[in-house]
DNA sequence: GTCTATATAATGATAGAC
DNA sequence: GTCTATCATTATATAGAC
């Protein structure tokens, strides 16, 4: 922890990310102080706003940047042309990105209230756009005949939430393995939507 | 708001309780301070400690009591002998029985982080006795031949989850009708685990 | 870039008058 | 049972030294 002059800039910053993501993740966002977050870096607190300009913005670029990385994680690969083979990657994706990704993820989703309205308007708007992914496999299915689905918007956050319930149980050492854990969801989400 | 000495303990305490069950939801436990409670309620901070000792027991007992609701609001009538139709029986009150408390159902999985170990104990104990009844469902309908499930426990909580996710976009003037959501969402769960 | 020190405001909870 | 007043603590954020 030696403290040189002008030598911390580019190290301090994703520290003070990476502890307040933990922290909020652990305690929620209204339950943890500047200080403690200063704490677990190793500084004092009035450090902290050489990398955040208020406690605010902090929770916002970290959901910002979750959402940025689903939403670019695929590299603008399309999904597969056949809906089911497309809805089960989508399947894949979701539990795998979010699996890997369990302190983002709670924050994403128990933190919003805690987001400024502009900053809410943001990250909801890339949230529906994800959504909205599913949707339109959802739709091409049923378009073609493939799916039974009465109103895929309802369907697709109805999957959504099932997918993201993933991450209330699974750990890394757990009874199941990853792979098992999407075999299983795989073969519940193509028969819920299937004719 | 007449206060008259010794006349108003039977209903300020259940006035708390709705002022903070609300503020809770709103803007979370720890973001709520006791000051915006006593504010609602129309008294002043102190007086709210005839009511509850702290803060943390205020937030236990609404988290208990609607757990304690969830589980006696069959009367201890049982689930139908037929697997599909206990079910869907399941499917239906979850949706019908939630739906119509969103203030409790929110803060009784976002605040479990900010209940006391204790507390945390006696909530969890209840919501597991919740989840296996679902889970004893499915297991009946396994050994019956009448479901395709793998793992009992997995779909259970998946399906709650799917059905709990309702409560994030139902509203009672919307779109959908309760009755039509159930009907979604039972079409959804039965052909999930069918054979 | 980080420190110490501090301004300013709010918090949970208690004491004692009425 | 509620009020006013207050204690002790903590909070976010800023100022200025180094």
Known sequence: ??????????????????????????????AVSMRQIAGAVGVQAGALYN????????????????????LAARGGEPWPGDPMAALEAFTRFHIRFHARRPEAVFISYMELRNLSPENFAVIEGL???YETQLQDILQRGVAEGRFAVTDARITSMALIAMLTGVNTWFRDKG????????????????KAVAV
């Not at 911390?8 to 929620?28: E, K, M, W």
């Not at 406690?55 to 910002?64: A, F, N, V």
């Open 51 to 70: 990398y955040t300009p208020d406690k605010q913005t902090l929770l916002y670029e970290l959901m910002k940047a979750h959402m940025d990385e689903l």
């Open 127 to 129: 949230r529906k756009t």
């Open 1 to 30: 922890m030696a403290r040189t002059q002008g030598s911390h800039s580019d190290i301090t910053g994703p520290r003070v990310r990476d502890a307040a993501l933990s922290l909020f993740a652990r305690h929620g966002y209204a």
């Open 175 to 190: 009874r199941l393995s990853l792979p098992e854990v999407e075999e299983i969801y795989c073969d519940m989400v193509r």
